[in-house]
């Protein structure tokens, strides 16, 4: 693993690989999660749709997360004439591009959860070698800004891949076929916008699953790292708790049709990309010249 300061740094180009790399799996994970996946669920069990996503959805983040850290530490080792990030980020886009195609198409339960969670652990392989890219290949002192590249593409990623999958309630067939598209097109252009170097001459560390746990392990005497954490995973639990199911709330609750309900999925994400980038660039800046953080993150949950 390089450090970023012992390779030429070109970090306008990396900023937008990452850019094109987010959206590559942001579109289609937030495409999936938010409609054509409920849809197909509520197609199977229409009267445990709610139950049965919850399952579907919570199986999908643990093999995701657990695949994020070991394609993580794979990519680490890899040695190839392209890098070893780049054979991850195209490989898990083809991969999960592949696999998206069976969930229309899986005719129980159990079988669309065991295709959908595989998809999205393909996916980590993309979304953890494109964060790798920033320590490797981006100095010290820019690293803060070449990584926002990421949080604008979660979120132009949620909000197009939402509005996208809504015209596809009817046609789910289409609508995973759409996004595969785009996911494998997105992932490719993205290493070809910022190509790694070959690595294949470097000394590679011995794979291990001690020390892979060892890096997992979590760290000590380090209270603002805890505060942190618990405090975005509550606020992103409580966000997600309802944009998750908001198909099922647009057509159990306000009554709407399929299709109604898919509309205003897809205007909701456009409001809410603006209303993410109005709150970001109004927050950003005001917080760096008050030199205060916590004020902002009180009062946005609040609100």
């Known amino acids: 693993v ?16 990452l850019f094109l790399g987010t959206l590559s799996w942001a579109i289609p994970f937030q495409a999936s999660l938010l409609v054509l996946v409920p849809a197909r669920v509520a197609d199977l ?27 993580g530490a794979l990519s680490d080792r890899t040695r190839t004439r392209f890098g070893g990030r780049t054979p991850w980020i195209v490989g898990g886009a083809v991969g999960s591009a592949v696999l998206l195609q069976l969930v ?41 800004r070449v990584s926002a590249t990421i949080g604008i593409g979660v979120l132009v990623g949620t909000s197009v891949g939402a509005a996208a999958a809504a015209g596809f309630t009817s046609n789910l067939a289409a609508g995973f076929a759409l996004v595969a598209v785009v996911e494998v097109v997105l992932a490719i252009a993205a290493v070809i916008v910022a190509p790694e170097p070959a690595n294949k001459n470097q000394p590679r560390t ?30 992103v639990l409580g966000y997600f708790l309802i944009q998750t199911f908001q198909l099922y709330i647009f057509t159990d609750y306000v009554h709407l049709d399929e299709a109604a309900a898919a509309k205003v999925i897809a205007m909701n994400a456009l409001i809410f990309l603006a209303a993410a980038i109005v709150g970001s660039l109004i927050a950003g800046p005001l917080s760096d010249r008050l030199h205060r953080r916590k004020i902002f993150v009180i009062v946005s949950t609040v609100i």
Do not use: E
């Open 45 to 71: 069990t229409p009267t445990d749709k709610v139950g049965t996503f919850a399952a579907v959805s919570a199986v999908a983040a643990t093999l995701g997360l657990l695949a994020n850290v070991l394609f």
């Open 104 to 144: 229309p198409r899986a005719s129980s339960v159990p079988l669309l959860m065991i295709v959908f969670a595989v998809a999205v652990a393909a996916q980590n392989a993309t979304m953890a070698s494109l964060t790798a890219l920033i320590p490797d290949r981006v100095a010290v002192g820019g690293r803060a």
């Open 2 to 17: 390089t450090t970023g300061a012992t390779v030429p740094q070109r970090p306008t180009r990396v900023a937008i690989a």
């Open 206 to 235: 011995a794979f291990s699953v001690g020390r892979l746990l060892h890096s997992m392990a979590p760290p000590r005497g380090v209270a603002d790292f805890y505060w942190a954490l618990w405090g975005r995973l509550l606020l």
